[in-house]
C-alpha cells in the first residue's frame, strides 16, 4: 500500500492553520498514524486510528479521514510544530509510510 | 518508564554484516510486538521487519527490500530485539530505529528508541 503525502513541505506562520493530506493505494480503513519528526530524533507519535489524539498531545493536532483519504490538521501552529510529519499505515504488510511533510518557518 | 535503546551501528563494507540490538525496559517485552524502522539520510521512514509477541510465537514479518537479508529475533532473557542484517549494500545506509507496537493505540508504534546509525561504504 503506496501513501502520498501532500504537500512534501511547506512554509507557514505561527498561528497559521495548516493541513497536510496523505493518500492511500487502497483502502486502510482507520489503520492510519501520523508522527511527528524533529531533526535528530525519533518520531513522536501523535494521532492512532486516524482521529485519535496520542496522550500527551496538543488539542491543536487533529486527524480526520478513513478509507483512504487522511488528513492532519493543527489548528493554530506553534513554534515547536516546526517539524517532519510522517503518515504511516498499519492495514497491510508491509508496513508503508507516506514520504514525510517538512513544515517550516515562513 | 519505557525505554527502548538500540546500539550495533557502525561502518561496514559493502557485502558485510552487521547485528543490531534493542534493549527494552519498563514494560512487559514479551507482551508486545516489536519492530525495526529505519531512515536513510533526508529521506523518510521505512518499515524494516516485525517480532510478533509471545502470544504469538514471535513470530515474524519483514519488508521486501531486507526479506532474505535481514533477520529479526528476540532475546527473552534480556528484553532486547535483534536485527541481524547480511549483505549490506550501499542503500542500507541509514539511522536504525528500534520500536514498540502499542497494545492499544491502534497497532501504532508508541515508543521508539533514539536510534543507530549505520553506513554502507568501502
Known amino acids: 500500500i503506496q501513501l502520498t503525502q501532500s504537500p512534501s513541505s511547506l512554509s507557514a506562520s505561527i498561528g497559521d492553520r495548516v ?12 489503520y492510519l498514524t501520523w508522527y511527528q519528526q524533529k531533526p535528530g530524533k ?13 496522550t500527551g498531545v496538543p488539542s491543536r493536532f487533529s486527524g480526520s479521514g478513513s478509507g483512504t483519504d487522511f ?17 504511516q499505515q498499519h492495514d497491510d504488510y508491509p508496513l508503508t509510510f507516506g ?5 517550516e518557518i515562513k | 518508564e519505557v525505554q527502548l535503546v538500540e546500539s550495533g551501528g557502525g561502518l561496514v ?8 540490538s534493542c534493549a527494552a525496559s519498563g514494560f512487559i517485552f514479551s ?23 509471545r502470544a504469538n510465537s514471535y513470530s515474524t514479518e519483514y519488508a521486501p527490500s531486507v526479506r532474505g537479508r535481514f533477520t529479526i529475533s528476540r ?9 541481524q542484517m547480511n549483505s549490506l549494500e550501499t542503500e542500507d ?21 533514539r536510534g543507530t546509525m549505520v553506513t554502507v561504504s568501502s
Open chain 2, 31 to 53: 507482551d508486545y510486538y516489536m519492530d525495526w524502522v529505519r531512515q536513510a539520510p533526508g529521506k523518510g521512514l521505512e518499515w524494516l521487519a516485525r517480532s510478533r509477541n
Open chain 2, 93 to 113: 545506509t541509514a539511522m536504525y530505529f528500534c520500536s514498540r507496537r502499542s497494545m492499544a493505540s491502534a497497532y501504532a508504534f508508541d515508543f521508539w528508541g
Open chain 1, 99 to 103: 514520504g514525510g511533510t517538512k513544515v
Open chain 1, 71 to 87: 488528513t492532519l490538521t493543527i489548528s493554530t501552529l506553534q513554534p515547536e510544530d516546526f517539524a517532519t510529519y510522517h503518515c
Open chain 1, 42 to 54: 525519533a518520531p513522536r507519535l501523535l494521532i492512532y486510528g486516524a482521529s485519535t489524539l496520542q
Open chain 2, 13 to 20: 563494507q559493502p557485502g558485510g554484516s552487521l547485528r543490531l
Open chain 2, 75 to 83: 532475546d527473552e532473557s534480556m528484553d532486547s530485539v535483534h536485527l
Open chain 1, 19 to 30: 493541513t497536510i493530506t496523505c493518500r492511500a493505494s487502497q483502502g486502510v480503513r482507520s
